[in-house]
Every structure is written in structure tokens, then in C-alpha cells.
């Protein structure tokens, strides 16, 4: 235990810096921080300095000295070591209908870890220049998609569980007969139903709001973004993740604007961060407190918290025009869903 998690957060750290030098060089065309040429003289950055240098990187002009790459690093490492040791110690997605064959720290565990390592990467470009790029979304839906139907092991839940008509002690919950009989058939069909639902319901988010608001409030990176968390996480999750994502934008933007004065728009971090927290307090949100087993069992139900999710996210939009009436000198709205105003 104590071993995997000094692993784990060397393999975090390790990582994390590698999230800094990838997001430098897919945002190559637009705003990377300083790692790929300086932000004063525009000489280039030499690989080393992009990629491994752990210390600060300073350019020959002297003036400036980029050192957010060790923040990506830290902040991963301690991120990974939190979430393994909530699912190692605190069993945090532990339920008594999914029982995986394959031991977590083999299996689930760093299939997850990939998948925050690459909402990190998301988060970085997302607030370095506003963009998800097509690379880190594109690496996650194939892994998911692949992985999940190769092990058929890697669900946080089935696709399909009904607690109608359990009675403790005498019978469990229903579980339909072909998923147990056809286990890679069903790892396909959960991780694609994530990606349907997490892109869908966030496709719809972003034209209704353009349609309300005069422009789309979600980028077309967000849309890509929830189809990849659906891929890794099945579409129960998903939308919880995506019911949360508004919460997380209180939070978030509410501590950024008092710590740093400043108002916040990029989307795709609360969406990151609701992701995180969902994985790592799913056996709490499914079972054992919010009981969302229950809604998650007839159709009509999910349906009502379809909606309810939708009407929280208009709250967030109409909180985000807001914030955009007031004018931001430094702001860049580079991807396409985020038209310069
Ligand atoms: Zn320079």
C-alpha cells in the first residue's frame, strides 16, 4: 500500500511534467505558457527545457522565467496519490453489484489515472489558451474504448442495474442476463453509451445556450471532452459528472475571483473537476448516501435528473454572461465556440 502510493506519485510527478511539455506543443500555434519559445524574445525553448527540466526555465534575455510546468507536476502527483488512496484504502468505488475479476491496482486503478492524467492535460491547455486539443481527447476515447472492451472488466457500473425490487437478504438487484454472458460485448456497449451521452447532453448544452445567450457558452472542446470522460466512465457516471460541473464552477470560480480578482470562463476545468470527484466518491453518490441507484433505475427518473442538470447548467450559463459583460483585457477566446466578443 504504502509502496504504490511513493509509485504512484513519482509516476505523478513524471507525468505531470510530461502534461506541461504536451500541452506546450499542441498549443504551438497559440499561447503555450513559455515552454516552447520565450514570452519576451521568442527564442525557442531547447527540448530539454520542454520537456524534463524540472527547475525554472530562464531564457539568455533574463527577463522572464517560466515555472508553471512544476506546479503541473506537484499538482498531479498529489492528485494521483489522493485518488489511489481513496480507491486502495477508502474502497471509494467499491459496490456489491460490480465485482471485477481483475484486482484494481491492475486494472481500474490506472485506467483512471490516465484518465485524470488527461483531464490534467485538458485543464492546462484549457487554461493556458481556452482550447481542449483534438489530441488528448482523440488518445482518450481510442484507450477507453479499447480497453474497456478488451478486459470487459473496467466498469464503475453496468450499463443497465435495476434496485426496484431488491429485498434485502433474499433478492439482489436485477442485472439483465446478457451482460454477464457477453462481458466484452457489454464493455463496448457501456463505454460507448458514456461517450454518447456525455457528448450529446453537452452538444445540446452548448447550441441551446447559443441559441439563448447569442453565443455558445461551451466550447466544441467541451462537447469532445465529455465524450471522452463517458468513455471511461460509463453514462450513469457521466451525467452525474456533468449535474456536478456547475457546483464545481461555484466553487472554482468563486475562489479564483475572490484570490485572484479576476473572472473565469473556460468551461473545461469544472468539467475536469466534477469528473474527479465523481470517480473518487462514486461508491458514496451511487450507493451508500445520494442513492442514486434509485433514480438510475427507471427511465422516468433519469429523464427528471436529465432536466434538473439542465436547468442548473442555464443557471451556471446566465451566471457566466454575467461575468462576460464585464470587460477582460487579457482574455483570448481562440477555439471556435468561443466567439471574440
Ligand atoms: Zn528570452
Redesign the pocket.
Known amino acids: 500500500m504504502e509502496l504504490t502510493l511513493v509509485v504512484v506519485a513519482l509516476v505523478g510527478l513524471l507525468l505531470g511534467r510530461l502534461a506541461a511539455g504536451w500541452s506546450a506543443v499542441m498549443l504551438r500555434d497559440w499561447y503555450s505558457g513559455g515552454l516552447l519559445n520565450?514570452l519576451?524574445?521568442?527564442?525557442p525553448v531547447v527540448p530539454f527545457d520542454r520537456w524534463v527540466r524540472p527547475l525554472p526555465i530562464r531564457?539568455?534575455?533574463g527577463?522572464?522565467t517560466v515555472w508553471w510546468h512544476m506546479g503541473s507536476a506537484v499538482g498531479l502527483s498529489l492528485l494521483f496519490t489522493a485518488f489511489t488512496w481513496l480507491m486502495l484504502s477508502m474502497d471509494c468505488q467499491g459496490l456489491e453489484e460490480v465485482r471485477p475479476a481483475l484486482s484494481n491496482v491492475y486494472a481500474r486503478l490506472p485506467f483512471h489515472l490516465f484518465l485524470i492524467f488527461l483531464l490534467w492535460t485538458a485543464t492546462v491547455t484549457d487554461l493556458l489558451d481556452y482550447m481542449i486539443p483534438d489530441p488528448i481527447v482523440v488518445t482518450g476515447i481510442v484507450v477507453a474504448v479499447i480497453a474497456a472492451t478488451a478486459t470487459g472488466d473496467l466498469q464503475m457500473i453496468h450499463i443497465w442495474v435495476n434496485w426496484d425490487n431488491v429485498i434485502p437478504g433474499v433478492q439482489g438487484p436485477y442485472l439483465p442476463q446478457w451482460m454477464k454472458d457477453h462481458q466484452h460485448l457489454h464493455g463496448l456497449a457501456w463505454s460507448l453509451s458514456g461517450l454518447l451521452c456525455g457528448s450529446a447532453f453537452t452538444w445540446v448544452v452548448r447550441h441551446l445556450s447559443g441559441w439563448m445567450l447569442g453565443y455558445p457558452a461551451l466550447g466544441s472542446g467541451d462537447v469532445t471532452l465529455m465524450a471522452m470522460v463517458g468513455a471511461f466512465i460509463g453514462w450513469q457516471p457521466v451525467l452525474c459528472s456533468l449535474a456536478l460541473a456547475p457546483i464545481a464552477g461555484l466553487v472554482v470560480g468563486l475562489l479564483v475571483r475572490v484570490f485572484q480578482g479576476k473572472s473565469f470562463v473556460a468551461f473545461g476545468p469544472y468539467l475536469a473537476v466534477s469528473t474527479v470527484v465523481v470517480i473518487s466518491t462514486w461508491r458514496w453518490i451511487w450507493a451508500d448516501y445520494f442513492r442514486m441507484r434509485i433514480i438510475f433505475s427507471h427511465w422516468p427518473s433519469v429523464v427528471g435528473l436529465v432536466g434538473a442538470a439542465l436547468g442548473s447548467l442555464f443557471i451556471l450559463l446566465l451566471g457566466l454572461r454575467l461575468f462576460r459583460s464585464i470587460p477582460v483585457e487579457t482574455r483570448r477566446s481562440k477555439s471556435d465556440g468561443q466567439a471574440a466578443e
Open positions: 520565450c519576451n524574445c521568442q527564442t531564457c539568455n534575455c527577463t522572464r
